[in-house]
């Protein structure tokens, strides 16, 4: 198990890809709604932006490639989509059991880039849903990582010094911001 500083008050965590195995799903859902809208699959450059709300994606996608896809018809299709899918959740068993040790021990907060209604669903889907007294996502339009500001809001809800949080995250997004609020960071890619 991953082992938790001495200085350590509070955890936060990711919800895709570190506490909730969504990433294939996601992946999915963006596929069939880049197809629906006629446009090839940019798994590699989709797949970097791990962390980042939907409608940022397809701003960063028009303007690496240019494009002008329509980025509300989009993110609502991969929405549709990925809510057809959600129920399906699997844990990402090595970090939940940290969340299941520390329940009770400090607080523990949530903050995604997803929305609420995907990841209200994918920790309900895994059971772990109570465990966490906060929890932050896409749509309490805090800025979306790699700022810093969402973990700062759960630092500061949870009533702990930024210093004394730890951060799990598996995206480089989450990482930087995460470094930005000055708070220690485990890339949970190491540990998969």
């Known amino acids: ?27 999915d859902a963006w596929q069939k709604a880049f197809e629906m809208n006629g446009r090839e699959f940019p798994r590699e450059f989709i797949d970097s932006l791990k962390g980042a709300p939907g409608p940022e994606i ?14 509300k ?21 090595p970090i939940v ?7 009770n021990v400090m607080p523990m907060s949530v ?7 995907n990841v209200h669903s994918s920790l309900t889907s ?12 896409s749509n309490d339009k805090i800025p ?11 630092a500061k809800l949870m009533n702990v010094a930024p210093e ?11 990482l930087e911001a995460a470094d930005k609020a000055g708070m220690k960071s485990v890339d949970v890619r190491k540990y998969l």
């Open 97 to 103: 059991d940290i969340a299941l040790k520390y329940k």
């Open 126 to 137: 895994i059971g772990i849903l109570k465990l966490f007294d906060f929890i932050l996502t």
């Open 111 to 117: 903050a995604s880039g997803g929305s609420k209604y």
């Open 164 to 174: 004394n949080c730890l951060v799990f995250e598996d995206g480089d997004f989450g």
């Open 58 to 71: 397809i701003r960063l996608y028009n303007e690496k490639f240019n494009d002008v896809l329509n980025l």
């Open 1 to 27: 198990m991953i082992k938790i500083p001495e200085n350590i008050e509070a955890l936060i965590f990711d919800c895709d890809g570190t506490l909730a195995d969504t990433m294939a799903l996601h992946l």
């Open 73 to 93: 018809k989009v993110a609502e299709d991969k929405a549709t989509l990925t809510k057809e899918t959600i129920k399906f959740t699997k844990p990402i068993q």
């Open 144 to 154: 979306a990582k790699p700022n810093p500001d969402i973990f700062l809001e759960c």
